[in-house]
């Protein structure tokens, strides 16, 4: 009954292996708050020895969430009963607790006896069990996303935040300090909850024995099992200690305190995975924050603003003393920093991630959030102004026209003085380069860009708008904190890239739904991410550089020639058909010089007649294309520049006749359009330009008339438009806060 009347909500069963409560509460309840307030049914059940999972009830769920849940013989039985029934199975993780390699990350551990250490390795092999054998990951950072996706799972992520009941009572206790008023103590304060905290705390500690020296006002608040160090027994009564307790008795102590402490051991697999949660806790009460300048805190707190970063002595010393003299810089960081979770850590805010995120969790039964559409518009010029943009860019690959494209489109952002900020997602040639080499090759294969450069490092700085450029970079984009409006910048239809990989092009195809806002090259992406993924998208023109791409009468030579954009080793590139209709015009036209271009190796190799150039700088990619008759190019998916390259260098170009070239290339006017993928039909159309010089001739004509109106300045414009649309100049960073160049 209840699926006939909302056939577009879903079921969630969220089983919970660990009953700690925070931790529970985070990633149990909350979801389940946020799944409800969505329209969704969702039940919470603890999973452990004394408490099993009623299967019947989970199995009649839509979606099935364990958390923190080791693989047992019952819980293998409801994952394989769910797989019969196509019921998706969803692995809950917030901590580093699957990687049976990286067990000595974690601190605790060690002080373990042998016996019980080969005990928790053991559960960790289990946990890693679960969560191979579950369809998809859902984890509470980033990092652990990526360490998910290294063992070729799909990981996505989602944060901790604040669920109504912490809200309430964070913003209950936040008045009551404010009626409080001023004291002359600073309390400064930290709460451990288990044994890795005397690590962690390790780091703050030489700072905070100096400003308990400094600072007679000062007194230090523990709570929970940490250890301290001797040295801080000579303070007395200044430092106090409380026992463990629950999330709201927590919340009422950390109320009380001026400033709290996230410190986390620096160069840590294990912390670097953790959530940002001590700040978004303090930061509800109004409380600032000084935390290690470690992956999630710089993830979420911008230093000096909502709250200070720290790794040297020296710089723990300095944020603590800050806090501590300044009084109204305190409450301003402390207010700055609850804006930020309001914003940022809310309830509301992570019920809006989740709208996008179940479609990617499950596609069959969750449709597609409906976005907003909007029509292209400009602003005036006098509108335009100076923006942050982040771009997070997969590792770019010499000739590869999609990563041309890109380079283009941000040297043309810093040209309209925009600050643009890339962070490089590194795979494998780039894995060992620093920072410096990275700009290096990418000025080397794609020219001067003026943009300031980072190895991406599971987080972005402050910006205006960020853009994802690839799939990859989308899930890596989604699930960071900072970066301002979202987009994903879309050149092609990128899950036809993995023909025979179903996983990668259904990850691929799930970045659609994820909600960011798509500006997509050409008009047929933004027709079909509209329609099928009910995305919110927009198109920028196709364009051509046509300082480089222009004829050049001395390359042309008597000889009839023919060029192929080669690319054995992708499909959509039809390879197979060009070679064999090019086969069968050299039997028709004997004398036709046919020569390759775009790959070093090819398979099958060419007919040895054939003259392979592989991939060529783009000013010998000119030259030849100048010196070609006819340009043979196939597009089974969205366009590629490269016919737009051919014709502004007055080569005449036969492309596959396809919706996906409205508007950009007509037939029989400016190219020549096959109506079918056959070698033959190809053949003909490339014989018929070859022997009819008069065709040929006004084909180029009209050909170099259409590409002198496509400028890459105008395109790249259009994408600014719609930014600056989003972005009234109110709520644009830069005279707010310093350019991140300046930070970095």
């Given at each position: 009954?209840?699926?006939?009347?909302?056939?577009?909500?879903?079921?969630?069963?969220?089983?919970?292996?660990?009953?700690?409560?925070?931790?529970?509460?985070?990633?149990?309840?909350?979801?389940?708050?946020?799944?409800?307030?969505?329209?969704?049914?969702?039940?919470?059940?603890?999973?452990?020895?004394?408490?099993?999972?009623?299967?019947?009830?989970?199995?009649?769920?839509?979606?099935?969430?364990?958390?923190?849940?080791?693989?047992?013989?019952?819980?293998?039985?409801?994952?394989?009963?769910?797989?019969?029934?196509?019921?998706?199975?969803?692995?809950?993780?917030?901590?580093?607790?699957?990687?049976?390699?990286?067990?000595?990350?974690?601190?605790?551990?060690?002080?373990?006896?042998?016996?019980?250490?080969?005990?928790?390795?053991?559960?960790?092999?289990?946990?890693?069990?679960?969560?191979?054998?579950?369809?998809?990951?859902?984890?509470?950072?980033?990092?652990?996303?990526?360490?998910?996706?290294?063992?070729?799972?799909?990981?996505?992520?989602?944060?901790?935040?604040?669920?109504?009941?912490?809200?309430?009572?964070?913003?209950?206790?936040?008045?009551?300090?404010?009626?409080?008023?001023?004291?002359?103590?600073?309390?400064?304060?930290?709460?451990?909850?288990?044994?890795?905290?005397?690590?962690?705390?390790?780091?703050?500690?030489?700072?905070?024995?100096?400003?308990?020296?400094?600072?007679?006002?000062?007194?230090?608040?523990?709570?929970?099992?940490?250890?301290?160090?001797?040295?801080?027994?000579?303070?007395?009564?200044?430092?106090?200690?409380?026992?463990?307790?629950?999330?709201?008795?927590?919340?009422?102590?950390?109320?009380?305190?001026?400033?709290?402490?996230?410190?986390?051991?620096?160069?840590?697999?294990?912390?670097?995975?953790?959530?940002?949660?001590?700040?978004?806790?303090?930061?509800?009460?109004?409380?600032?924050?000084?935390?290690?300048?470690?992956?999630?805190?710089?993830?979420?707190?911008?230093?000096?603003?909502?709250?200070?970063?720290?790794?040297?002595?020296?710089?723990?010393?300095?944020?603590?003393?800050?806090?501590?003299?300044?009084?109204?810089?305190?409450?301003?960081?402390?207010?700055?920093?609850?804006?930020?979770?309001?914003?940022?850590?809310?309830?509301?805010?992570?019920?809006?991630?989740?709208?996008?995120?179940?479609?990617?969790?499950?596609?069959?039964?969750?449709?597609?959030?409906?976005?907003?559409?909007?029509?292209?518009?400009?602003?005036?010029?006098?509108?335009?102004?100076?923006?942050?943009?982040?771009?997070?860019?997969?590792?770019?690959?010499?000739?590869?026209?999609?990563?041309?494209?890109?380079?283009?489109?941000?040297?043309?952002?810093?040209?309209?003085?925009?600050?643009?900020?890339?962070?490089?997602?590194?795979?494998?040639?780039?894995?060992?380069?620093?920072?410096?080499?990275?700009?290096?090759?990418?000025?080397?294969?794609?020219?001067?860009?003026?943009?300031?450069?980072?190895?991406?490092?599971?987080?972005?700085?402050?910006?205006?708008?960020?853009?994802?450029?690839?799939?990859?970079?989308?899930?890596?984009?989604?699930?960071?904190?900072?970066?301002?409006?979202?987009?994903?910048?879309?050149?092609?239809?990128?899950?036809?890239?993995?023909?025979?990989?179903?996983?990668?092009?259904?990850?691929?195809?799930?970045?659609?739904?994820?909600?960011?806002?798509?500006?997509?090259?050409?008009?047929?992406?933004?027709?079909?991410?509209?329609?099928?993924?009910?995305?919110?998208?927009?198109?920028?023109?196709?364009?051509?550089?046509?300082?480089?791409?222009?004829?050049?009468?001395?390359?042309?030579?008597?000889?009839?020639?023919?060029?192929?954009?080669?690319?054995?080793?992708?499909?959509?590139?039809?390879?197979?058909?060009?070679?064999?209709?090019?086969?069968?015009?050299?039997?028709?036209?004997?004398?036709?010089?046919?020569?390759?271009?775009?790959?070093?190796?090819?398979?099958?190799?060419?007919?040895?007649?054939?003259?392979?150039?592989?991939?060529?700088?783009?000013?010998?990619?000119?030259?030849?294309?100048?010196?070609?008759?006819?340009?043979?190019?196939?597009?089974?998916?969205?366009?590629?520049?490269?016919?737009?390259?051919?014709?502004?260098?007055?080569?005449?170009?036969?492309?596959?006749?396809?919706?996906?070239?409205?508007?950009?290339?007509?037939?029989?006017?400016?190219?020549?359009?096959?109506?079918?993928?056959?070698?033959?039909?190809?053949?003909?159309?490339?014989?018929?330009?070859?022997?009819?010089?008069?065709?040929r001739k006004r084909i180029v004509k009209n050909g170099l008339r259409r590409t002198r109106t496509m400028s890459w300045r105008?395109?790249?414009?259009?994408?600014?438009?719609?930014?600056?649309?989003?972005?009234?100049?109110?709520?644009?960073?830069?005279?707010?806060?310093?350019?991140?160049?300046?930070?970095?």
């Open positions: 009954m209840w699926a006939r009347v909302c056939p577009l909500k879903i079921s969630c069963f969220i089983a919970s292996g660990c009953q700690i409560a925070t931790t529970h509460l985070y990633r149990c309840v909350h979801l389940e708050e946020q799944l409800r307030d969505l329209g969704h049914r969702a039940e919470v059940a603890i999973w452990n020895e004394e408490a099993q999972i009623d299967l019947a009830a989970a199995l009649a769920c839509d979606l099935i969430f364990l958390y923190r849940l080791p693989m047992s013989a019952t819980l293998r039985q409801l994952i394989e009963q769910a797989r019969t029934r196509q019921k998706r199975v969803i692995f809950d993780i917030d901590d580093l607790i699957f990687e049976p390699e990286l067990v000595g990350q974690h601190r605790a551990v060690q002080k373990l006896s042998p016996n019980d250490q080969l005990q928790h390795i053991e559960g960790v092999r289990c946990y890693l069990e679960t969560l191979e054998a579950c369809d998809v990951v859902v984890t509470s950072t980033p990092l652990l996303a990526e360490l998910v996706r290294r063992r070729a799972k799909p990981a996505y992520v989602h944060r901790n935040s604040l669920g109504r009941e912490m809200s309430a009572l964070a913003e209950k206790l936040r008045r009551e300090r404010r009626r409080r008023g001023s004291r002359e103590a600073v309390v400064v304060g930290y709460g451990s909850g288990s044994a890795t905290h005397d690590v962690d705390f390790a780091a703050a500690a030489p700072a905070l024995l100096c400003v308990l020296e400094r600072f007679a006002q000062v007194e230090l608040w523990i709570a929970g099992p940490l250890v301290l160090p001797a040295e801080f027994a000579g303070f007395g009564e200044r430092v106090r200690r409380f026992p463990l307790s629950d999330w709201r008795e927590w919340f009422a102590l950390l109320s009380q305190m001026d400033v709290a402490l996230a410190p986390l051991e620096p160069d840590n697999l294990f912390c670097r995975a953790k959530s940002e949660i001590k700040f978004v806790e303090a930061g509800a009460l109004g409380v600032p924050v000084v935390a290690s300048r470690v992956d999630p805190f710089r993830d979420a707190i911008t230093d000096g603003e909502d709250g200070f970063l720290a790794t040297s002595e020296e710089e723990w010393l300095q944020a603590l003393s800050t806090l501590i003299a300044e009084r109204e810089r305190r409450q301003q960081i402390g207010e700055r920093a609850r804006a930020i979770v309001a914003q940022r850590h809310s309830p509301a805010a992570r019920t809006r991630d989740l709208r996008f995120l179940l479609p990617q969790l499950a596609p069959a039964q969750v449709p597609p959030a409906r976005a907003a559409q909007r029509t292209r518009w400009f602003p005036r010029v006098a509108r335009r102004g100076r923006l942050i943009l982040n771009w997070v860019v997969p590792e770019p690959f010499p000739g590869a026209g999609g990563d041309i494209g890109l380079f283009r489109m941000i040297r043309n952002f810093a040209e309209f003085g925009h600050d643009c900020q890339v962070y490089v997602v590194t795979y494998e040639a780039m894995k060992t380069l620093s920072t410096a080499e990275i700009r290096a090759n990418i000025r080397q294969h794609f020219g001067e860009t003026p943009a300031t450069y980072h190895r991406f490092e599971g987080f972005i700085g402050n910006a205006d708008a960020s853009f994802a450029t690839f799939w990859p970079t989308v899930e890596n984009l989604t699930g960071l904190l900072k970066g301002g409006c979202r987009y994903y910048l879309v050149q092609d239809f990128e899950p036809t890239f993995y023909p025979d990989d179903p996983l990668h092009s259904e990850r691929a195809e799930n970045t659609y739904r994820a909600g960011l806002r798509c500006i997509t090259l050409g008009p047929w992406l933004t027709r079909l991410l509209r329609q099928r993924y009910r995305a919110q998208a927009d198109f920028f023109d196709f364009a051509v550089d046509r300082e480089i791409y222009s004829p050049r009468p001395a390359a042309r030579v008597k000889q009839l020639r023919v060029c192929f954009y080669a690319r054995s080793s992708t499909r959509r590139r039809a390879y197979d058909i060009g070679i064999k209709a090019l086969q069968l015009v050299k039997e028709r036209l004997p004398e036709v010089k046919v020569e390759l271009f775009g790959a070093a190796e090819l398979s099958p190799p060419p007919p040895p007649d054939f003259v392979n150039r592989g991939m060529l700088p783009h000013e010998d990619l000119a030259k030849l294309f100048s010196s070609c008759d006819v340009g043979l190019v196939f597009s089974l998916t969205n366009p590629s520049f490269v016919p737009l390259e051919m014709m502004a260098s007055g080569c005449a170009v036969v492309e596959l006749k396809s919706e996906r070239l409205a508007g950009i290339l007509t037939h029989n006017k400016d190219a020549w359009l096959v109506d079918e993928l056959n070698p033959g039909k190809v053949a003909e159309g490339i014989s018929r330009l070859l022997e009819d010089q008069a065709l105008d395109s790249v414009r259009q994408i600014e438009a719609i930014v600056l649309q989003d972005i009234p100049p109110s709520q644009r960073l830069l005279g707010k806060i310093p350019a991140l160049s300046a930070l970095s």
